[in-house]
């Protein structure tokens, strides 16, 4: 991942909590006016808030390890995946179908790694 790609990110998350935060609105309320999933929410203000005091050594998030590569999740009980890529395009696939989901994950690796 690019760190311009990041940043950019960033500030439309940092901007979209600071409207959350200036709002009345629930959890769910906002993401479903935003366009967005409350897990990307949750993860994005916990990730903001970390970043607010310490800098993540080389960007990495918790699904990768040192190397940069990803590692395993296991997806229980979903009815659907969304994948926000860098760029802020989201994907979103069936979780039960292994295969897809897998494809797209691999896909966006792959196109992440072209950009960086």
């Not at 990041?6 to 409207?19: C, I, K, M, T, Y």
């Not at 897990?39 to 190397?67: A, M």
Request: hydrophobic share 35%.
């Amino acid at each position: 991942m690019g760190q311009k790609q990041r940043s950019g990110a960033e500030s439309v998350w940092r901007e979209r909590l600071a409207r959350f935060e200036s709002g009345n609105l629930t959890v769910a309320e906002f993401c479903d006016r935003e366009g967005v999933s409350n897990p990307s929410f949750y993860q994005w203000r916990k990730r903001l808030k970390d970043d607010d005091g310490q800098s993540r050594q080389r960007g990495r998030t918790d699904r990768e390890d040192e190397s940069g590569r990803f590692v395993p999740v296991n997806v229980a009980a979903l009815i659907e995946a969304e994948i926000e890529l860098p760029n802020g395009i989201k994907v979103r696939v069936p979780a039960t179908n292994v295969q897809v989901l897998r494809t797209v994950i691999l896909a966006a690796s792959d196109a992440c790694q072209e950009v960086a």
